[in-house]
């Protein structure tokens, strides 16, 4: 069974300063797809930036880029020009890759509490 | 841009009730995931449907059933309603044919069990 690990339960970065979201996980799959959700005190689920496994090129979103150790099976985010809307929580998945079917069900870690102070 | 439609948005149950919740995705969707998010929690993946068939079911109690209707709508159907339900009910959708790593979420349906 795949699993995400998230090992900090919260962070605080100052507004324009850069921060890093750590997140690692557990497969023993080769395709597979990595993902990091926002969700604001809204509760909306919002994708951030994806990553594919099989690329070695590191996914980049304007402010958000991503860390992709596939060794390592670590995913890491970072924010770059932290702004006030960044304030939320994030969330890493994972998604294992079912050709031919729908089964493509996110997992979850359980998330990073960001606050970007003033 | 249509987006996932998700009703109620707020449901106040009792204890041993039950409660329907109904998911639309966007159009020409025709997969449909559900996640539980418990208070303070990640989303759980429940159940998933695709071209009307279950096609996954993940940590869904027996007391919960879904289904997806021929215009592909979703309800998940859940009976004696325990405190533990209380939680932010999400329906996503994937586009038929699209990236199989696709999944856009609704709103989500907040269910609080008193």
Same mark, same amino acid.
């Given at each position: 069974?795949?699993?995400?690990?998230?090992?900090?339960?919260?962070?605080?970065?100052?507004?324009?300063?850069?921060?890093?979201?750590?997140?690692?996980?557990?497969?023993?799959?080769?395709?597979?797809?990595?993902?990091?959700?926002?969700?604001?005190?809204?509760?909306?689920?919002?994708?951030?930036?994806?990553?594919?496994?099989?690329?070695?090129?590191?996914?980049?979103?304007?402010?958000?880029?991503?860390?992709?150790?596939?060794?390592?099976?670590?995913?890491?985010?970072?924010?770059?020009?932290?702004?006030?809307?960044?304030?939320?929580?994030?969330?890493?998945?994972?998604?294992?890759?079912?050709?031919?079917?729908?089964?493509?069900?996110?997992?979850?870690?359980?998330?990073?509490?960001?606050?970007?102070?003033? | 841009?249509? #987006?996932?439609? =998700?009703? %109620?948005?707020? !449901? *106040?149950?009792?204890?041993?009730?039950?409660?329907?919740? @109904?998911?639309?995705?966007?159009?020409?969707?025709?997969?449909?995931?559900?996640?539980?998010? #418990?208070?303070? =929690?990640? %989303?759980?993946? !429940? *159940?998933?449907?695709?071209?009307?068939?279950?096609?996954? @079911?993940?940590?869904?109690?027996?007391?919960?059933?879904?289904?997806?209707?021929?215009?592909?709508?979703?309800?998940?159907?859940?009976?004696? !309603?325990?405190?533990?339900?209380?939680?932010?009910?999400?329906?996503?959708?994937?586009?038929?044919?699209?990236?199989?790593?696709?999944?856009?979420?609704?709103?989500?349906?907040?269910?609080?069990?008193?």
């Amino acid at each position: 069974a795949q699993t995400v690990t998230q090992s900090q339960p919260e962070m605080s970065v100052q507004e324009a300063e850069t921060v890093t979201l750590s997140c690692t996980y557990d497969t023993s799959e080769n395709n597979y797809y990595l993902f990091w959700y926002k969700q604001p005190p809204s509760r909306q689920m919002i994708l951030v930036i994806r990553q594919e496994a099989y690329k070695q090129q590191n996914a980049t979103e304007n402010r958000f880029s991503v860390n992709f150790q596939k060794a390592a099976k670590s995913f890491s985010l970072k924010i770059s020009d932290s702004q006030l809307g960044d304030t939320a929580m994030y969330f890493c998945a994972f998604m294992k890759l079912y050709y031919g079917g729908a089964t493509n069900k996110l997992i979850f870690g359980t998330g990073t509490l960001l606050a970007v102070q003033p | 841009a249509a #987006g996932v439609i =998700q009703s %109620p948005r707020h !449901l *106040i149950k009792e204890k041993r009730e039950t409660a329907t919740l @109904k998911c639309y995705p966007i159009p020409r969707h025709d997969t449909v995931y559900w996640y539980q998010q #418990g208070p303070g =929690q990640d %989303p759980q993946f !429940l *159940i998933s449907f695709y071209e009307k068939m279950q096609s996954d @079911k993940g940590s869904i109690p027996d007391r919960f059933s879904a289904q997806q209707f021929s215009d592909y709508h979703s309800e998940l159907n859940m009976s004696s !309603l325990e405190l533990g339900d209380s939680a932010l009910y999400f329906c996503a959708s994937r586009r038929a044919g699209g990236p199989l790593d696709e999944q856009f979420f609704g709103p989500g349906t907040r269910l609080t069990v008193l």
